[in-house]
């Protein structure tokens, strides 16, 4: 089955800095990779996501690439701030059968962001 | 628009009891995921339910099922509760179609003692 991994476990950074999450994937069918940010108490919020047709994605300070031929994709999260602080999760869908839910996600990343 | 609602959000069980636990999708979404989350295995999938019929299911013990209703709200039941089975337990909605996004509830903790 599909695996998911996630690098690194935790991640501090300086409020301004930049920080990068990289996830690898196992199963190339995968077509759908989707970022899930979650804070405390909280459920995971979809924060961006991207297409095996597209290299690259950008929303205001986050960024994802995808390498397809490398089976890796990454999060760039630019001029961090404080509330940045939380876990992130990476995930992938598998694109055969009959399911449209099924994602395999990450082992998840700690970001602190310092002030 | 409402979000993904979960019921209760906490709960705390005895061994050996069994939970139901409630989510009602966005309004429009009719693909429901439930997913487990623990501290040691973080997040796993356990099902999904579309049309009212179960599509795809995780690895787990058949103490784990669920089922979803006509107006796409899902409940998820486990049975013959253990210790292990303490956790954050999330679902989560999207449109039908692959590829599409897939939105979280604020999820149930379940807690077995």
């Known amino acids: 089955g599909e695996n998911v991994e996630q690098h690194p476990s935790t991640l501090s950074v300086q409020e301004g800095d930049s920080a990068v999450i990289k996830c690898t994937y196992s199963?190339?069918?995968?077509?759908?990779f989707p970022w899930y940010k979650q804070e405390l108490g909280k459920g995971p919020q979809l924060i961006i996501d991207i297409r095996s047709n597209v290299g690259e994605k950008k929303d205001q300070r986050i960024a994802v690439t995808l390498n397809k031929t490398a089976k890796h994709f990454s999060l760039h999260i630019t001029e961090t701030q404080p509330e940045d602080s939380a876990v992130y999760f990476c995930?992938?869908?598998?694109?055969?059968?009959?399911?449209?839910?099924?994602?395999?996600f990450g082992q998840g990343t700690i970001l602190t962001v310092h002030p | 628009k409402a979000g993904v609602t979960q019921t209760p959000r906490y709960l705390i069980k005895t061994r050996g009891q069994q939970v139901t636990l409630s989510c009602s999708p966005i309004?429009?979404?009719?693909?429901v995921s439930w997913y487990q989350q623990t501290p040691g295995q973080g997040l796993q999938f356990l099902f999904e339910?579309?049309?009212?019929?179960?599509?795809n299911k995780g690895n787990f013990p058949g103490r784990f099922s669920g089922r979803q209703f006509s107006n796409s709200r899902s409940e998820m039941n486990v049975s013959t509760l253990e210790l292990g089975d303490s956790a954050l337990y999330l679902c989560?909605?999207?449109?039908?179609?692959?590829?599409?996004?897939?939105?979280f509830g604020p999820g149930t903790r379940l807690t077995v003692t």
């Open positions: 989560a909605s999207s449109l039908v179609g692959r590829g599409r996004e897939q939105y």
């Open positions: 995930a992938a869908r598998f694109a055969g059968g009959t399911s449209y839910g099924k994602l395999t």
């Open positions: 309004s429009g979404h009719r693909s």
């Open positions: 339910y579309f049309s009212e019929t179960q599509r």
């Open positions: 199963d190339s069918a995968s077509n759908y």
